[in-house]
T-cell receptor, first 117, second 115 residues
Framework: GAVVSQHPSWVICKSGTSVKIECRSL??????MFWYRQFPKQSLMLMAT?????????EQGVEKDKFLINHASLTLSTLTVTSAHPEDSSFYIC?????????????FGSGTQLSVL | AQSVSQHNHHVILSEAASLELGCNYSYGGTVNLFWYVQYPGQHLQLLLKYFSGDPLVKGIKGFEAEFIKSKFSFNLRKPSVQWSDTAEYFC?????????????FGQGTTLQVKP
């Protein structure tokens, strides 16, 4: 089946540094990818919708300048957490939609655990 | 605001017991409904989905869910669980009739099946 590769799986960084997370669709094309964040014991919250070749659409309350999204190709979207702070520590998950699927079919990455010291 | 509520946060069952996980959503219009499962150390996987038609939906591994529009519910059931069903289960809703892929997730239910 279709696979979404997300990497790194976990990252520890110092406060003030930037961290880039990659999300790749391995055997399908994805014009749209989605970025979610999950805090412990809470549900996944949609942060932004990443559109290939255009600007991402951010959900209310998500800082676009802090969470930079780039979707330069049909198989790759990146999320960069800029000037990370401890409150950005969270589990980040991407998902991608196969453009050739008639019905809604999303594939999820394995997630990235970010810890900011 | 639109939301999805899963009533059970942590469920512990013995093998062969029956399972029902509750899911309610708040949205008055057309919805697409999903149940996802995440086995330990693995990706989220689609268990089953409802778009339209028969409100009783059958998914993989013997799971089924029933959409009850009047109750805004989409409960997940399995008549006899196995140890391998130990996982995290998420209910999700895509509000609106267009498939945007934007999902609103419940907070998840951890199912632990004792052998």
């Amino acid at each position: 089946g279709a696979v979404v590769s997300q990497h790194p799986s976990w990252v520890i960084c110092k406060s003030g540094t930037s961290v880039k997370i990659e999300c790749r669709s391995l055997d399908f094309q994805a014009t749209t990818m989605f970025w979610y964040r999950q805090f412990p014991k809470q549900s996944l919250m949609l942060m932004a919708t990443s559109n290939e070749g255009s600007k991402a659409t951010y959900e209310q309350g998500v800082e676009k300048d802090k969470f930079l999204i780039n979707h330069a190709s049909l198989t790759l979207s990146t999320l960069t957490v800029t000037s990370a702070h401890p409150e950005d520590s969270s589990f980040y998950i991407c998902s991608a939609r196969d453009i050739f699927e008639v019905e809604e079919k999303l594939f999820f990455g394995s997630g990235t655990q970010l810890s900011v010291l | 605001a639109q939301s999805v509520s899963q009533h059970n946060h942590h469920v512990i069952l013995s093998e062969a017991a029956s399972l029902e996980l509750g899911c309610n959503y708040s949205y008055g219009g057309t919805v697409n409904l999903f149940w996802y499962v995440q086995y330990p150390g693995q990706h989220l996987q689609l268990l089953l989905k409802y778009f339209s038609g028969d409100p009783l939906v059958k998914g993989i591994k013997g799971f089924e869910a029933e959409f009850i529009k009047s109750k805004f519910s989409f409960n997940l059931r399995k008549p006899s669980v196995q140890w391998s069903d130990t996982a995290e289960y998420f209910c999700a809703v895509n509000p609106g009739s267009s498939n945007t892929g934007k999902l609103i997730f419940g907070q998840g239910t951890t199912l632990q099946v004792k052998p």
